[in-house]
Each structure stands twice: as C-alpha cells, then as structure tokens.
C-alpha cells in the first residue's frame, strides 16, 4: 500500500471535502528510513527533479561538538538512550534526530536527520 501525502477526503471539523481529482505521483511518500545502529551504510534515493538523497541505513559514527569548546571529534556511538520520536525506538536502537546517544565522552542529542541527510551529527550534553 502507498503513503500518500496529499490533501485528505476530510476537512479538519470532520466534514466531507468534495474530491476534484485523483491522487497524483507527486503525492505519493516513502516509507520512513529507520537508521540503526550498525556498519556504516548509505541508501541512494532518487527525488523529484532527478536529484539524488543520501538515506543513512546504519550508523556507528556521530560528529560530535563539545559546546565548552566547539571543537568537533568523531566518535563512536555505544547505544541509544533515548528517543522522544517513538519509545520503541530506544529498544531497536533506532537513530532520529532529537534522539539521546550515548559516546565514549558522554551523552549527546543528535542535531541532523540521518534518514534525510545521510550523515549523524550531534552536540555533546553539558555536564551539570
């Protein structure tokens, strides 16, 4: 079954809206790419208009910055603590962004969209 995008048959008070037209290509969505903990692998999609999008399918590795003194280190991610996306995805180890992680230096919130941006990006949390 697709994901579709488009405008839905009902407004949002519950009324019925009076469909003009059938769905369209464009309307049509993909299935959310859930990056997992594992060797690196990379996903190429093709989008609208021809270009290509990097999908991160597993990822070991962040790019780290230490706000103390924004110097940027990559490490090595050790698990997932967690994510306010879906609690399952702390037991699956499944990386979005807002998700807690944990590297050798300590816990860090990942600030990219692996699924989007094929890469995992993260600022390290202040120790208070």
Do not use: C, W
Request: net charge positive; charged share 30%.
């Amino acid at each position: 079954m697709a994901i579709f995008q488009g405008k839905s048959k009902r407004s949002p008070s519950g009324g019925r809206n009076v469909v003009h037209r059938g769905k369209k290509k464009f309307e049509l969505g993909r299935d959310p790419t859930e990056t997992r903990l594992g060797e690196k692998n990379l996903r190429k999609i093709r989008t609208r208009g021809g270009n290509e999008k990097l999908r991160l399918a597993l990822g070991n590795e962040i790019n780290l910055i230490n706000p103390s003194d924004n110097k940027a280190q990559k490490l090595e991610i050790l698990n997932v603590v967690e994510n306010d996306a879906n609690p399952n995805y702390v037991r699956r180890n499944i990386i979005t962004k807002g998700a807690v992680v944990e590297t050798e230096l300590g816990k860090a919130k990942i600030t990219s969209r692996p699924g989007q941006n094929g890469i995992i990006n993260g600022v390290l949390f202040s120790e208070n």
